[in-house]
């Protein structure tokens, strides 16, 4: 009966205790891939851009091309993050959203619902 238990045991403690209260939408959507993201980045004791191409590489199961990297860079370059500055685990998230690793909390319920209702709509219902 234990492994019913919606709280999740012992492990969610430490996954609350992310900075930013946005992080709490991301559990209904794919969970699974979040935690993954904040283990990487946990594990990695400082996130920058010299390293940060490494651990989509490790999320993504892909080389980093060169168009990432643009992505990346310019990810960087909006938020002023330098060569050396750390990446707050928000900036690593949002990167991921955007290089399509994460799927962007709170959009994706919208996104499906565009994609379910034309089917409806030409289904038998007409």
């Known amino acids: 009966s234990s492994s019913r238990n919606p709280m999740g045991g012992h492990q969610s403690p430490g ?3 992310a900075p930013s209260s946005s992080n709490t939408s991301l559990v ?3 969970s ?13 004791d400082r996130v920058t851009l010299a390293n940060v191409s490494g651990l989509i590489r490790r999320l993504s199961g892909k080389p980093v091309a060169g168009p990432t990297k643009r992505v990346i860079t310019s990810f960087a370059e909006r938020r002023g993050l330098g060569p050396r500055t750390p990446f707050s685990f928000d900036d690593f998230q949002e990167l991921c959203e955007e290089l399509s690793i994460l799927k962007p909390s709170g959009l994706d319920e919208v996104r499906d619902h565009q994609v379910e209702s034309p089917q409806f709509k030409r289904g038998q219902r007409i």
């Open 32 to 44: 699974g891939e979040v935690a993954r993201v904040q283990y990487l980045f946990d594990k990695e």
């Open 28 to 30: 209904s959507t794919g």
């Open 15 to 17: 996954r609350r205790m």
